[in-house]
C-alpha cells in the first residue's frame, strides 16, 4: 500500500507539475474570432479551434471579441473557455483589433466565428510565421471553396478582381485578398497602424504588410458553408465598393498620378499637333476648337499630379502610409523656391503673350481679327497664366503640408 501510495503520489506531483508548466508556458499562437449575435456557431468554432491547438501541440488562447452580441454569444464562449473581450467600437476591425490587442501570444491566427473556416489548417500558418513570415493569408481558390460557401458575384467577380487590382496597385502577392482566416505576428501588425474599423480591416492588412515590405506568404485553406441560419453581415455591393474605395485612396498612383500623366501626354501631344495650324486626319479637320481642349488636358493632368502629390505626403505624415525615399529625394528639387521660380516664369510668359496679343489688336485699331491666329497666341498666354498660378499656390500648400514632416 505504501508503495502504491508513493506512485500515486509521484504521478499525481508529475501531472501538477505539467499543469503548472503549460500554464507558465508563453502563449504561441492566440486564435481571435470577432463577434456579433453568433450563438449558433461561436462555441462549435471555439472547440474546433482548441483541438487544433491541442493536436497540433502549439501553446495558446481563444479569443472572441464580441461587438455587443444580445443573444447569449458572450456566455456561450465563456463557457466554453474562450477569454472574451468586450469591444464597444462597432464595426467588423473594431471588433478584430480590440481583439488582437488583447491578444498574449507571439502569433495571431483571426477567423470569422460563423464555422466557415476550418481551424485544422491552423498549423499551416503557424509554420510559415515560424519560419519568418510577417502575414500568412489563407487563400480558398487554392484550398477549395464548398457549394454554396460563396455567393457567385464573390467568388467570380468580387473577389478575383479585388485581388487583381490589389496585386496591380500595390505589387502584393496574394491571390485571396479577402479571406477572412490569416495569421501573423503581433508586433508586425501593431507596426501597420491599421485605421480601418469596417470590412476595409482586411484589406489595409495586406497593404500595409506590402508597402512595409514585410514577408507575405500564403497557405491553402477551405471555405465551407456559413453555419448560421440568418443572413451574413457581409453586403455585396456596399462592401465591395467600401474595399475598392479603399484600395483606391491608398494609392495614389493609380487614382491621381497615371491618369494625370496620360491626360498631360494627351493634351502636349495636341499642342504640338495644333499650335501650328490646322489639321487633317483622314478627312477630318483639326483646328483650334481641338488645341482648347488639348490646353485644358494639361491644366487636368496637372492638377491630377499635384492631387497625388498631396495625397502621398499627408498620407505618410498622417502615418497611414510607409516612407517613400522617391518622394524625399524629389524634395530636394522640388522646394518652394522652385515652384514660386517656375510659377512665376510662366506667369510673365502669360503676360507677355497677352500684351503681344492685345497689340495685334490695337494694329487692327481694335476691330475685327483673324481669329484662329489670335486664339493661337491667346490661348497659350492664358494656359500660362493658369499654370502659373496653379503652380505657385500649389508649392505653397505642399510647403504647409511638409511642416510637420520637417519638424
Same mark, same amino acid.
Given at each position: 500500500?505504501?508503495?502504491?501510495h508513493?506512485?500515486?503520489?509521484?504521478?499525481? *506531483?508529475?501531472?501538477? *507539475?505539467?499543469?503548472?508548466?503549460?500554464?507558465a508556458? $508563453?502563449?504561441?499562437?492566440?486564435?481571435?474570432?470577432?463577434?456579433?449575435?453568433?450563438?449558433?456557431?461561436?462555441?462549435?468554432?471555439?472547440r474546433?479551434?482548441?483541438?487544433?491547438?491541442?493536436?497540433?501541440?502549439?501553446?495558446?488562447?481563444?479569443?472572441?471579441?464580441?461587438?455587443?452580441?444580445?443573444?447569449?454569444?458572450?456566455?456561450?464562449?465563456?463557457?466554453?473557455g474562450? @477569454?472574451?473581450?468586450?469591444?464597444?467600437?462597432?464595426?467588423? #476591425?473594431?471588433? *478584430?483589433?480590440?481583439?488582437?490587442?488583447?491578444?498574449?501570444?507571439?502569433?495571431?491566427l483571426m477567423?470569422?466565428?460563423?464555422?466557415?473556416? +476550418?481551424?485544422?489548417?491552423?498549423?499551416?500558418?503557424?509554420?510559415?510565421?515560424?519560419?519568418?513570415?510577417?502575414?500568412?493569408?489563407?487563400?480558398?481558390?487554392?484550398?477549395?471553396?464548398? +457549394?454554396?460557401?460563396?455567393?457567385?458575384?464573390?467568388?467570380?467577380?468580387?473577389? $478575383?478582381?479585388?485581388? #487583381?487590382?490589389?496585386?496591380? %496597385?500595390f505589387?502584393?502577392?496574394?491571390?485571396?485578398?479577402?479571406?477572412? =482566416?490569416?495569421? %501573423?505576428? @503581433?508586433?508586425?501588425?501593431?507596426?501597420?497602424?491599421? @485605421?480601418?474599423?469596417? =470590412?476595409e %480591416?482586411?484589406s489595409?492588412?495586406?497593404?500595409?504588410?506590402?508597402l512595409?515590405?514585410?514577408?507575405?506568404?500564403?497557405?491553402?485553406? !477551405?471555405?465551407?458553408? +456559413?453555419? /448560421?441560419? /440568418?443572413?451574413?453581415?457581409?453586403? !455585396? &455591393?456596399?462592401?465591395?465598393?467600401?474595399?475598392? /474605395?479603399?484600395l483606391?485612396?491608398?494609392s495614389?498612383?493609380?487614382?491621381?498620378?497615371? $491618369?494625370?500623366?496620360?491626360?498631360?501626354?494627351?493634351?502636349?501631344?495636341g499642342?504640338?499637333?495644333?499650335?501650328?495650324?490646322? @489639321?487633317?486626319?483622314?478627312?477630318?479637320?483639326?483646328?483650334?476648337?481641338?488645341?482648347?481642349?488639348?490646353?485644358?488636358?494639361i491644366?487636368?493632368?496637372?492638377?491630377?499630379?499635384?492631387?497625388?502629390?498631396?495625397?502621398?505626403?499627408?498620407?505618410?505624415?498622417?502615418?497611414?502610409?510607409?516612407?517613400?525615399?522617391?518622394?524625399?529625394?524629389?524634395? /530636394? &528639387?522640388v !522646394?518652394?523656391?522652385?515652384?514660386?521660380?517656375?510659377?512665376?516664369?510662366?506667369m510673365?510668359?502669360?503676360?507677355? #503673350?497677352?500684351?503681344?496679343?492685345?497689340?495685334?489688336w490695337?494694329?487692327?485699331?481694335?476691330?475685327?481679327?483673324?481669329?484662329?491666329?489670335?486664339?493661337?497666341?491667346?490661348? $497659350?498666354?492664358?494656359?500660362?497664366?493658369?499654370?502659373?498660378?496653379?503652380?505657385?499656390?500649389?508649392?505653397?500648400?505642399?510647403?504647409?503640408?511638409?511642416?510637420?514632416?520637417?519638424?
Open positions: 500500500m505504501s508503495v502504491n508513493e506512485i500515486y503520489s509521484s504521478k499525481g *506531483l508529475d501531472s501538477t *507539475l505539467d499543469a503548472l508548466a503549460a500554464a508556458q $508563453p502563449i504561441e499562437l492566440s486564435v481571435v474570432m470577432p463577434c456579433l449575435n453568433e450563438r449558433e456557431t461561436v462555441g462549435v468554432c471555439i474546433k479551434a482548441m483541438v487544433a491547438l491541442k493536436d497540433a501541440g502549439i501553446p495558446g488562447e481563444v479569443i472572441v471579441a464580441d461587438n455587443g452580441s444580445t443573444d447569449g454569444s458572450v456566455e456561450l464562449a465563456q463557457a466554453e474562450a @477569454r472574451v473581450v468586450n469591444i464597444e467600437q462597432k464595426g467588423y #476591425g473594431s471588433a *478584430l483589433k480590440g481583439g488582437i490587442l488583447a491578444a498574449r501570444g507571439k502569433y495571431v477567423a470569422d466565428s460563423d464555422d466557415s473556416y +476550418d481551424f485544422s489548417h491552423a498549423p499551416r500558418f503557424v509554420q510559415q510565421l515560424r519560419t519568418g513570415s510577417d502575414l500568412v493569408m489563407g487563400n480558398r481558390f487554392q484550398g477549395g471553396i464548398k +457549394d454554396k460557401a460563396m455567393p457567385f458575384l464573390h467568388r467570380y467577380l468580387g473577389n $478575383p478582381v479585388l485581388s #487583381g487590382i490589389g496585386r496591380l %496597385f505589387g502584393s502577392p496574394c491571390g485571396d485578398f479577402h479571406c477572412g =482566416m490569416r495569421g %501573423f505576428r @503581433r508586433d508586425s501588425f501593431l507596426q501597420m497602424d491599421i @485605421r480601418s474599423t469596417g =470590412m %480591416f482586411a489595409e492588412m495586406v497593404v500595409k504588410a506590402t512595409m515590405r514585410m514577408k507575405v506568404s500564403e497557405v491553402p485553406t !477551405t471555405l465551407n458553408p +456559413d453555419g /448560421r441560419n /440568418r443572413p451574413p453581415h457581409l453586403r !455585396t &455591393w456596399r462592401d465591395g465598393w467600401r474595399h475598392l /474605395r479603399f483606391l485612396m491608398y495614389p498612383r493609380w487614382l491621381f498620378l497615371y $491618369p494625370g500623366i496620360l491626360l498631360m501626354l494627351a493634351g502636349l501631344a499642342c504640338v499637333l495644333l499650335l501650328p495650324g490646322r @489639321r487633317v486626319f483622314h478627312g477630318i479637320g483639326l483646328d483650334v476648337h481641338t488645341l482648347l481642349y488639348a490646353f485644358v488636358a491644366l487636368l493632368g496637372f492638377q491630377l499630379i499635384a492631387f497625388a502629390t498631396f495625397t502621398k505626403v499627408f498620407a505618410i505624415t498622417e502615418g497611414l502610409l510607409p516612407e517613400d525615399p522617391r518622394l524625399n529625394r524629389m524634395f /530636394r &528639387w !522646394t518652394l523656391e522652385t515652384g514660386l521660380l517656375v510659377g512665376g516664369l510662366l510673365l510668359l502669360g503676360v507677355g #503673350g497677352s500684351i503681344f496679343a492685345v497689340s495685334g490695337a494694329k487692327q485699331s481694335f476691330g475685327a481679327l483673324d481669329i484662329e491666329r489670335t486664339l493661337r497666341i491667346v490661348m $497659350p498666354s492664358v494656359f500660362a497664366l493658369t499654370m502659373g498660378v496653379q503652380i505657385t499656390f500649389s508649392s505653397f500648400f505642399l510647403s504647409i503640408l511638409g511642416l510637420r514632416r520637417r519638424q
